[in-house]
């Protein structure tokens, strides 16, 4: 699994939305971009997605079929009539192929999946009837039943709940243990610092890409959030409504 973007300029029609992209990401590793409303942190899983273009730089992209994706839970029709483990067995589909019937082992993986995100007793319920923080770990289980080398995850906290939000990040912390690499797009700059091992900060374009120690700094962020940084008498920065 190789994820490498150099000098990369994203956007839509033509039309640039991010530029000066610059990223690598190997197996395993854990990558989180920040930046506020509009600063093009969708526009960049997309692009791994073919859902945007392209328009400068090189972007080495691992083959669709190692990528998963999580998208928000908003995303999904609540009130489309589906059980919770049917949605999971949808991830199997890419291997299963619409000739082949689902095989035990292709139930076997729906059920671990289900355990892994601690949802086996919702096995059965509609996928509409669960909350927000259920629905986004049963679309977790949906990405991680086809085993990718590489997790997409929009905004997997958004609307998610405190116990929702420790099951998926322990789910995800298993996942990079195991050689998964992961992108995941947050507001929220205390789960970045807590579940990334690298930080990509965004605004139109790539302001800093490091550590958390190296990223998440009054220097580094000021400039990212620009009017929404608010700096403290004795020092230090809030950033308002990021
Ligand atoms: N399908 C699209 N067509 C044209 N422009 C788009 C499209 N999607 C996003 N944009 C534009 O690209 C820019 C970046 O948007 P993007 O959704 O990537 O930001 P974001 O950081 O994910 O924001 P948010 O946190 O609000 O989701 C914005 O100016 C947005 O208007």
Known sequence: MELRYTGVSLGYQGKKALIDVEIRLKAGQRLALV?????GKSTLIKSMLGQSEILGGTAIIPPRDVIGYV?????????FPVSVQQVVMMGRYRSLGWWR????ADRQAVAEALDQVGLTDKARNRFGTLSGGQRQRVLLARAIVAQPQLLLLDEPFN???AVSQDAIVTVLRDLSAAGTALVLSTHDLAVARDLADLICLLNGRQFA????????????????YAHRA?????????LVDP
């Open 71 to 79: 998208p928000q839970s908003g995303d999904l029709d609540p009130d």
């Open 35 to 39: 930046g506020p409303n509009g600063a």
């Open 159 to 161: 609307g998610v709940d």
């Open 101 to 104: 019937p689902v095989r035990k």
């Open 209 to 224: 890409v490091g550590t958390p120690g190296e990223t998440l700094t009054a220097s580094s962020l000021r400039p990212v």
């Open 230 to 238: 608010l700096d403290l008498a004795d020092g230090r920065l809030v």
